[in-house]
């Protein structure tokens, strides 16, 4: 059993390196030019933090902090428990770490 | 235990060296809860210490490693009601799975993973989530043998509209005897249709659990969060031929909104009434012996900084003896990114 667990972990761990493509650098917002682009990024936080309100009391009590380094981390994890869509994800998350 | 250490360590290496190999933002955490929690039932009296500590590493953008074990205490008095107090601990692995999130629409996850039947073990079966202390009686109901599997599973939103969201789980388990990696033999799979605009969410379940003769447990349940009223209800249904039941929570916050918390906004009243009917008992199946009615009053009051108290009372009606079930604790839920320093 223990070979067994091992020899899943490390399968897991070639598809893991094998198949993902290289992470893509989080929010390339150009900081450059024009209003449009502050705009767009203050209604998306907006929106995102709609979408915080909507989603996140759901289960459990809504969070009341949540550290810019750990936000990832605690999206991903509720995206796959609470099924969010990666639109979701992408929002609340420019709301908890702008 | 030795063997669990293992696992955990082969892990740990594992999510360090891939890490490495992942962008700089995917910072993993270290989260989960403490908990003290006293309970009084039928006149006994026993403490329960709990640790649950969950380790979640982002892999870029698609793949994610989630785990959970939970080191749990027990102490209590050697014959029950008297005689010296003793302890015992016990540690399982809940889930130990790793996620590849294709798209919105499928998330494919392999290992160990919370056994999705209805809603309660993967929503509410945590510790600090959990408005009352206590599982609902009919629990055991299509989470056999230990509420987690060891397989593959498949999830996501099938579909997304603005005015509803389908979601589903289907997954596969094998039989697993190992000490804290219990799982039974089993396949099944959950759908939901949830209605954003109205909080309302309603799904069934199904599990054909593949072992000691095959069974059919099937399950219903539904959760609504008036948008304007600080109000959780929640509710289950399962039946299997092991016996049938269900139950209905309903949870109030004392504040003007689910976001305004301050003083009496802080405290939560919470009601769950339980009916179970026994059915043809099975070695194993956890369930109670006879037809069992259940209700329970609970206060809780959420502190600041993710610390909750919580008292509560139930009484338990059933021909094999009624019971009064006095519960106090106090829990928090921690979270930290798991390697220190640096920036995003």
């Known amino acids: 059993m223990k070979g067994r667990v091992t020899a899943f972990l490390a399968t897991a761990a070639l598809l893991a390196c094998g198949l993902s493509p290289v992470a893509s650098p989080q929010n390339p917002a150009p900081a450059q030019k024009s209003a449009t682009v502050t705009r767009t990024t203050a209604q998306q936080s907006k929106e995102g933090e709609r979408r915080f309100q909507a989603n996140c009391g759901r289960c459990h009590n809504a969070p009341e902090a949540i550290s810019p380094r750990e936000v990832k981390a605690v999206l991903q994890h509720m995206r796959v428990r609470a099924m969010l869509s990666a639109e979701d994800e992408q929002l609340i998350l420019k709301f908890l770490a702008p | ?344």
């Not at chain 2, 270290?30 to 403490?47: H, I, K, P, R």
């Not at chain 2, 304007?228 to 249904?237: K, M």
């Open chain 2, 1 to 344: 235990m030795s063997f669990s250490k293992n696992v955990f360590g082969t892990l740990l290496l594992f999510l360090c060296s891939a890490s490495a190999l992942f962008g700089q933002s995917d910072t993993p955490i270290l989260s989960g809860t403490v908990q003290f929690l006293g309970t009084s039932n039928a006149g006994a009296n026993f403490y329960q210490p709990v640790i649950v500590p969950i380790l979640a590493v982002p892999l870029g953008d698609h793949f994610f490693i989630e785990s959970r074990a939970e080191i749990q205490g027990f102490i209590a008095r050697d014959n029950g009601t008297t005689g010296p107090y003793s302890g015992q601990f016990i540690a399982t692995f809940d889930y130990a799975q790793l996620d590849y999130i294709a798209n919105s629409h499928l998330t494919i996850s392999v290992g160990r993973f919370l056994t999705p039947f209805n809603i309660y073990n993967e929503r509410y079966n945590a510790p600090w989530i959990k408005n009352l202390p206590d599982a609902a009686i009919i629990f055991p109901i299509g989470t056999r043998t230990s509420g987690s599997s060891d397989g593959a599973m498949v999830r996501g939103v099938a579909v997304a509209r603005k005015k509803f969201e389908v979601n589903y789980t289907a997954y596969f388990s094998a039989l697993t005897n190992v000490e804290n990696l219990g799982s039974g033999r089993a396949a099944g799979g959950r759908v939901g249709i949830f209605f954003p605009e109205k909080g309302f969410e309603i799904g069934t379940s199904y599990q054909r659990f593949l072992q000691n003769g095959e069974l059919n447990a099937s399950g219903a349940y539904l959760v609504w969060q008036p948008p304007r009223i600080p109000l959780d209800i929640r509710s289950e249904f399962a039946h299997s031929p092991n016996g049938q039941g269900y139950w209905l929570e309903s949870a109030y916050r004392f504040a003007k909104d689910r976001r305004n918390i301050s003083g009496i906004g802080r405290l939560q009243a919470v009601a769950r009434i339980q009916q179970y009917f026994n059915g043809t008992p099975q070695a194993g199946d956890s369930l109670p012996l006879a037809d069992t009615n259940r209700f329970d009053f609970g206060l809780n009051y959420y502190l600041p900084h993710d610390v909750r108290l919580n008292g509560s009372y139930g009484r338990q009606f059933s021909s094999l003896g009624n019971a009064n079930i006095w519960e106090y604790g106090i829990t928090y839920r921690f979270l930290f990114p798991a390697w220190p320093g640096g920036s995003r």
